[in-house]
């Protein structure tokens, strides 16, 4: 397989961001992906690009856009002051799952929360998705939260 | 009961704020309060308070500091573009516990995120509290996440 490489997304990549948010099981019955791309996305993109405590980070291979995820630096008073990273929107393209790209991305996470002096890297998983949760598992994440939800 | 109010906090809540997070079961193993208050502490509180998408929130009773919370505000791609409102470190005084300060911090928490154009209330609460999980399961949230976390 060619090299993988991940780095922060642009605008150029959103068009086959939202291809795969919407080419999953639970993503296909909430987004809307159609071209042009709806504004919501192009403003979501930049609302999240002028957050310097928030990262959208792509995958690649062959400069095409194969996974996905956002990362949250989150400043908190609890465990002495302690920085979270959470990680949010992990996709991967249909075509090269099993290949590690998840893996990839979820190491990557791990390591920007590093850099940027965090004690704890977190995420919820839906548990409509039992192997993602096992996936999670492997690299390291314990189920220790209950994660509660509230549509408004 | 005098009424309660609730408030963006400053500097001067901060050692009553410090207090609350270590006069808990799981918070007296992590914080670390004395006076004058860690650096740290204070560090994290520049920092929240210098981010417009973070909000500290403590609730007041005769100008007395009995609760707090923080939001956190999240722009997303998933769900065409939608902001979340993440709710953690809520604490509430040990003498006041039962008298539903709680659940005005957590409506509070809701109606700001409302105010900010949210889809949705999220938060995590620790396996170890079920306690908590049935007060958030009263106020409508819903357990279909795994809250997962991975320490560094």
């Given at each position: 397989m060619a090299e993988v490489r991940l780095r922060e997304a642009t605008k150029q990549d959103l068009d086959k961001i939202v291809a795969m948010l919407a080419d999953d099981r639970l993503g296909s019955k909430r987004e809307r992906y159609e071209l042009?791309?709806?504004?919501c996305y192009l403003h979501a993109f930049m609302a999240i690009s002028a957050d310097q405590n928030n990262e959208l980070i792509v995958a690649c291979r062959d400069n095409e856009v194969i996974g996905v995820e956002q990362i949250t630096f989150t400043p908190y008073l609890t465990h002495q002051g302690g920085w979270r990273a959470t990680i949010e929107g992990v996709r991967v393209s249909a075509s090269v799952r099993g290949l590690g790209i998840g893996t990839k991305l979820i190491q990557y996470a791990i390591d920007r929360a590093k850099v940027r002096g965090c004690h704890l890297v977190q995420l919820t998983t839906d548990k409509q998705r039992p192997e993602a949760l096992q996936f999670y598992q492997r690299l390291g994440?314990?189920?220790?939260h209950e994660g509660m939800k509230l549509k408004l």
């Open positions: 042009p791309l709806p504004e994440f314990s189920a220790t």
